[in-house]
């Protein structure tokens, strides 16, 4: 027998509630009143941050006796029109995770309480291929005020996928479902592979008991949230001038950064320093932002828990593997932020004081593969907050703080035939982003060279400083 993925709908697939939407389009059709319904919108919040409970799905019930007489093809208008809006609202990592259970030969079916007629539009919309949901009863063509069916709740709803699979040739018990409510628990206890998204609160203690994993669509899998928010999102809060007395910043730019969609963040890497000071222009950017990281900081205790709440994307260098490019476009996909060094590492000895930057192929590869903008930033003076042989930075720099610069650039003009010519175009937008001081050719000083080694480095100093950018 097959096995198939079930969803649920609202604060699953939704972030939130559909019952906006649906109430909207069905008095646009004219079949209820064009007027405020009294504490529905209250009522509408109060499901986006409890989730289900018992009092409203009575309420849910009802609605079938409460719809007797509604015309259904009026009802079918208004889900299709609510399904216009929707379908936008559904996040990206559920559409990715929809398209992969497909490309996997599953079948993916909507499992909700709300009526058929309402969500049957918006799971064609999601390509979705079946739905399960309450059927209201019809005669001559208008409700007749019963339930035609299963109320697609509770125990109901696992009694109505079991019904499905029996007539699909699915096997339930192999299956895999979502959901965020513990009304759920009787799909989810029953099926292989149960997920708990956005769960409410004693679903989250159940799957924190059970070992089920637990996922929002609308970060990438990982993040977690408090109070609904991710943990990047809080650190952008904090992430004003004030707060690091001991570096300035100077940030210019920043509204070439699409508001919204895909895209890929390049920057020079001159220190650890850098992705915090791209953290700083993505903060002021307003939008989350996916760094790419090596292995080592992820298998690092503390840090590598921190970056993975961060929505970071482990990379494994020299592995051959395309799963961080994957990991990457999916993101992109998903309409978030990606950022990455195109460098690969810090440049060593000589080669940090180079003109010209050498780049890796991984940033014109992913451009090439999702056809999302890639917009440079040049960073400058993150080497004096945060050298290369120092362990931490130099938080006592409160009298004399150095200034680390950042500026952003317009999309590289991408040709998408050569990795190669592609990646020097990349590189070459950084250094037009560059001071003047970075494009003229520096001899260095055995000091300013002892600063761009790892800290307690005890090789030969004059071996490095012959290496490129990328070698180690």
């Given amino acids: 027998m097959d096995d198939a993925a079930f969803f649920d709908l ?6 939130g509630a559909s019952g906006p939407m649906f109430s909207t389009m069905l008095k646009r059709v004219g079949v209820i009143p064009d007027r405020a319904i009294p504490g529905e919108g209250l009522l509408f919040r109060f499901f986006d941050v409890v989730g289900e409970t018992v009092p409203s799905m009575i309420a849910t019930r009802q609605m079938a006796r409460a719809a007797a007489g509604w015309d259904r093809s009026l009802v079918q208008e208004a889900g299709r029109l609510a399904a216009q809006g929707l379908v936008h609202e559904v996040p990206g990592f559920a559409k990715a995770l929809i398209a992969r259970h497909q490309e996997e030969g599953r079948r993916v079916v909507m499992a909700t309480t709300s009526p058929y007629d309402l969500v049957a539009p918006l799971a064609e919309a999601l390509g979705i291929d079946d739905v399960i949901a309450t059927r209201y009863g019809e005669l001559d063509g208008r409700y007749d005020g019963s339930i035609d069916g299963f109320f697609v709740w509770g125990p109901g709803k696992l009694a109505a996928v079991r019904q499905w699979a029996l007539e699909h040739g699915v096997d339930v018990a192999r299956s895999y479902a979502y959901s965020d409510s513990v009304y759920d628990l009787p799909l989810l206890s029953a099926v292989r592979f149960p997920t708990a998204v956005n769960p409410d609160p004693r679903l989250r203690m159940v799957a924190a008991v059970r070992r089920w994993p637990t996922q929002h669509f609308d970060v990438p899998a990982g993040v977690p949230k408090l109070a609904g928010i991710e943990p990047q999102r809080l650190l952008q809060v904090l992430a004003r001038p004030e707060l690091f007395p001991w570096v300035r910043f ?27 000071a791209i953290g700083m222009v993505m903060a002021r950017a307003g939008r989350p932002v996916r760094f790419l990281g090596k292995k080592e900081v992820f298998d690092a205790p503390v840090v590598g828990q921190i970056t993975t709440a961060l929505g970071g994307i482990r990379v494994e260098r020299g592995s051959g593997s395309d799963e961080p490019l994957a990991a990457a476009a999916a993101a992109l996909d998903a309409g978030e932020v990606v950022a990455l060094m195109p460098q690969g590492t810090i440049p060593r000895g000589r080669a940090f004081f180079e003109p010209e930057l050498k780049g890796r192929w991984g940033a014109a590869k992913l451009a090439a593969l999702t056809k999302a903008p890639v917009v440079p930033i040049g960073l400058w003076g993150t080497e004096k907050v945060w050298p290369r042989n120092a362990r931490t930075p130099n938080v006592l720099a409160i009298g004399h703080p150095p200034t680390v610069r950042a500026r952003v650039g317009q999309p590289v003009d991408l040709r998408y035939r050569s990795a190669n010519a592609d990646t020097e175009r990349i590189m070459a937008a950084i250094v037009d982003l560059l001071p003047a001081e970075a494009r003229v050719r520096h001899e260095p000083t055995p000091e300013e060279l002892a600063r761009t080694l790892p800290a307690g480095y005890q090789g030969d100093l004059d071996a490095e400083t012959d290496r490129r950018p990328g070698s180690d």
């Fill in 10 to 15: 609202d604060r699953t697939l939704l972030a």
């Fill in 250 to 276: 100077d940030i210019a730019g920043v509204e070439r950064i699409p508001e919204t969609g895909p895209a890929i963040i390049v920057g020079n890497h001159r220190s650890y320093f850098d992705p915090l």
